[in-house]
Antibody, heavy 119, light 112 residues
Framework: EVQLVESGGGLVQPGRSLKLSCAAS????????MAWVCQAPTKGLEWVAS????????YYRDSVKGRFTISRDNAKNTLYLQMDSLRSEDTATYYC????????????WGQGVMVTVSS | DVVMTQTPVSLSLAIGQPASISCKSS???????????LNWILQRPGQSPKRLIY???KLYSEVPDRFSGSGSETEFTLKISRVEAEDLGVYYC?????????FGGGTKLELK
């Protein structure tokens, strides 16, 4: 059974950092691209970043470029999102998602982890 | 960025009624591979999103066949032939053809 379990969320002050993790199981992690998608309270979904199977290619939405870093450790079956210089507008639930190569779809999603940026 | 526009914003339907959700993109979603990466997902209340349809019209095996997807280029539609109680939630279309990936604003399906 495919499972994606996020962790590392919490309350953080503006300007500080946080690192999210997504532990993957039930599939060969290194064969899949991965992504982070966020959802601000009562709002819709917003793509944050994507990473290729080997980690060599990364993509970001403009509002997080230079502040967030997506990475992965295929030996540990884990996806990460390093979030620096956090802003109040980064407050959201963050989901990790698996990207299936042939369908191009995010076919599995984690349960999400909440990040609150507030003083 | 590709803007995804979903209508209606909300739907209030009785069990057994049909549903139709429109999704329009500001650019063609036909990729250089010849595939159109337009997908639909459902977020039930209090849950994370779940897959429904990929590449416009292909249903995942666990998705009931009362769901269908259609469209091309910039105009797409999700249909439910007969709404059931388990279908309530927010439906999102999203495109995986262009970066940044973008989502529609969502359509909330409520039961009357």
């Amino acid at each position: 059974e495919v499972q994606l379990v996020e962790s590392g969320g919490g309350l953080v002050q503006p300007g500080r950092s946080l690192k999210l993790s997504c532990a993957a199981s039930g599939f060969t992690f290194s064969n899949y691209g991965m992504a982070w998608v966020c959802q601000a309270p009562t709002k819709g979904l917003e793509w944050v970043a994507s990473i290729s199977t080997g980690g060599g290619n990364t993509y970001y939405r403009d509002s997080v470029k230079g502040r967030f870093t997506i990475s992965r450790d295929n030996a540990k079956n884990t996806l990460y999102l390093q979030m620096d210089s956090l802003r109040s507008e980064d407050t959201a639930t963050y989901y990790c998602a698996r990207r299936e190569y042939y369908s191009g779809d995010f076919d599995y999603w984690g349960q999400g982890v909440m990040v609150t940026v507030s003083s | 960025d590709v803007v995804m526009t979903q209508t209606p914003v909300s739907l209030s339907l009785a069990i057994g009624q049909p549903a139709s959700i429109s999704c329009k993109s500001s650019q063609s979603l036909l990729g250089t591979s010849g595939k159109t990466f337009l997908n639909w997902i459902l977020q039930r209340p209090g849950q994370s999103p779940k897959r429904l349809i990929y590449q416009v019209s292909k249903l995942y095996s666990e998705v009931p066949d009362r769901f269908s997807g259609s469209g091309s280029e910039t105009e797409f539609t999700l249909k439910i032939s007969r709404v059931e109680a388990e279908d309530l939630g927010v439906y999102y279309c999203w495109q995986g053809t262009h970066f940044p990936r973008t989502f529609g604003g969502g359509t909330k399906l409520e039961l009357k």
